[in-house]
């Protein structure tokens, strides 16, 4: 059976940044107990099902999941180990952001159970903050970040580059100062122009101009070399950890395991009666709500993948890490043979060019590939 990791999704936000198109939404009064309650109640739906899994990560996202109260975390926790098999070293990760409220409340997580912290620094730079909509200052970075390496075994940031009139010179000394505050692992983020953000009607406008193309590559090309110099070392498109400060709970998702998503919008893929299936809830916060306290579970679509289809998204999912995709792993997993799944000549082609490697054991995208794996999986893959 295969083990379990669990995303839970809060939902709310304290303000709706421009860049983003995640499923965020800003309350004048956040509803703690009712979601409280029908995450609760979502959990034990989605455990009647899936029986007693070995349970290797939690992670709350979101949203702001630093929002939520820490008895609320505290009681998903329980409820969590109770219905699963929690792994001894089990990895259980919150995202925050480096408001001064948040940051306050980062002993209470961690005391609820919470041993990894994800904060949503973004940026160090003060101009970049106010241009990205956060709600947080450069100093209040500094500090929540100072806060989470005291309160936590491990800690995660992120941070978004390649935003308008970023030099290198500039990054370098911005990656350096975050690296330095929080050396275990970073989150790198590419600034994108997403339809129906609000970025993307400035943009239309002209008011915002991104870097020129080999610019951005640039900027994460310096990434890398700041980040290992840190210890840092790139183990996915774009994350960097020390050995073992990986994230356990997203190499589930690029490994292409089992993993259970609760909350509004959260999307799983699960084994249920020996198939695996694609998940996923109702987007809009009170109507997944409603659906909850009517009939347990939020779901408003569930299907049975086909071969084909695991086989395309282990693909994509797995070449993004730098450690590739295990060939034999792939055919048990998906029920297809990697030679099946992908075009012989493009993989040909991929090799010569130096954008993939293939072992007897593995099939892996080099550095170079890795940067054009979007149009690569294009061709590649089936």
Known sequence: MESLALYIHWPFCLAKCPYCDFNSHVRAEIPQ?????????????EAERLGNRRLTSVFFGGGTPSLMEPETVGLLLEDAFRLFDPAPDIEITLEANPTSVEAARLAAFRAAGVNRASLGVQSLDPTALRLLGRQHSANQAIQALETARATFPRLSF?????????????????LRAALALAADHLSLYQLTIEPG???????????????????????????AEEAATFGLNAYEISNYAMPNAESRHNLAYWRYADYAGIGPGAHGRVTVGGTLRATRRHRAPEPWAERVERAGHGSTEETALQPHEKAQEMLLMGLRLTEGI??????????????????????????????????????TATVEGRLRLDSLLGALVR
């Not at 107990?33 to 739906?45: K, N, Q, T, V, Y």
């Open 33 to 45: 107990a009712r979601f409280r309650d029908a995450l609760r109640a979502e959990l034990r739906w």
């Open 158 to 174: 992120d941070l978004i580059y390649a935003r308008p009139g970023q030099d290198e010179a500039a990054w370098r000394a911005e």
């Open 197 to 223: 953000t609000a970025f993307e009607s400035q943009y239309r406008r002209g008011d915002i101009v991104l870097p020129a193309d080999d610019d951005a590559a640039r900027l994460y090309e310096v990434t």
């Open 326 to 363: 295990d060939i034999a792993r792939f055919q048990k997993r998906t029920g297809i043979a990697l030679a099946d799944a992908i075009d012989g000549d493009v993989l040909r082609q991929a090799i010569d060019a130096g954008y993939l490697d293939r072992s007897s054991e593995r099939l």
